[in-house]
């Protein structure tokens, strides 16, 4: 696979061209950025764990029936993907009651959600990625009806299987965004990444934060605690 020509770069990966049109090499940075890059960063370690983070977790959910965009791991920081048309929705599930959820309803953190809750917000920086509902997603053209219904349902099954995973290893899956995108044929697959960046996880017993949050809220101890979920996913491979 021939590395290609620098497509894009975002606030922590890089995208790059290969030799083959349906697929790109995805290169993860240490850069970390809170507050829609308001606040910046750097995380020592950070882009080689959310990389292997991701994999394993996405051919976890591969081989459960999820399509991914996954395709190979090539080294510590850089991983084969299929290209895919990116939906712009942040799909953000929650668990327990956290973050802007808590915020907004004026819930007290750590509040056990009756049942595991679905939102999206749109994907546009310039906007700050605000709340959407699904019959804005459509009205805009954003997505189909019918994508929106996959997306949702890929969603939860997705929760099913990380929550599962995760409490094995001894930590509370409370929320997460994930991003979908199309494939050529317009198939509907997991893409982008699941990582202490996106994912908030809490020590079962003691509620210690175990990802971005330690960075977002100035908490210390960030390559600490993303060294120490890694090792967790890591013993339970
Ligand atoms: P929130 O409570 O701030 O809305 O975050 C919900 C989840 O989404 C949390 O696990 C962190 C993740 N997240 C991202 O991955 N990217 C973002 O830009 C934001 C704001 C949150």
Redesign the pocket.
């Known amino acids: 696979m021939i590395k290609g020509a620098q497509l894009y770069e975002g606030k922590a990966k890089k995208v790059f061209a290969t030799d083959d049109p349906d697929l790109l090499i995805v290169s993860y940075k240490d850069d970390a950025t ?1 507050f ?1 890059g308001l606040k910046r960063g750097t995380v020592a370690g950070k882009g080689a764990i959310n990389n292997r983070m991701s994999n394993a977790l996405m051919q976890r959910l591969q081989q459960r029936g999820i399509p991914t965009h996954f395709v190979q791991e090539l080294n510590d920081r850089e991983t084969l993907v299929r290209r895919v048309d990116i939906v712009p929705l ?1 799909v ?1 599930v ?1 668990n327990l009651a ?6 907004h309803y004026g819930v007290e953190e750590g509040r056990v959600l009756q049942t595991p809750t679905v939102e999206f ?1 749109y994907k546009n920086d310039a906007l700050g ?1 605000p709340l959407m509902n699904a019959s804005h997603a459509v009205a805009l053209g954003l997505a189909t009806p019918q994508e929106i219904d996959t997306i949702q349902t890929y969603a939860l099954r997705i929760n099913e299987e990380l929550r599962a995973f995760w409490r094995t290893c001894g930590v509370t899956l ?4 994930l991003e979908f995108g199309r494939l050529r044929n317009g198939a509907i697959v997991l893409a982008d990444e699941i990582s202490p ?4 996880f809490w020590d079962s017993e003691t509620g210690e934060k175990l ?3 330690r960075f977002r809220r100035d908490l210390g101890g960030v390559e600490e605690a993303y060294r120490e979920i890694m090792r967790r996913l890591t013993a339970r491979l």
Request: proline share 0%; with cysteine; glycine share 4%.
């Open positions: 809170a829609n942040e953000i929650r956290a973050g802007s959820f808590a915020k917000s990625d409370v929320d997460f965004k960046d996106t994912c908030r990802d971005k949050d």
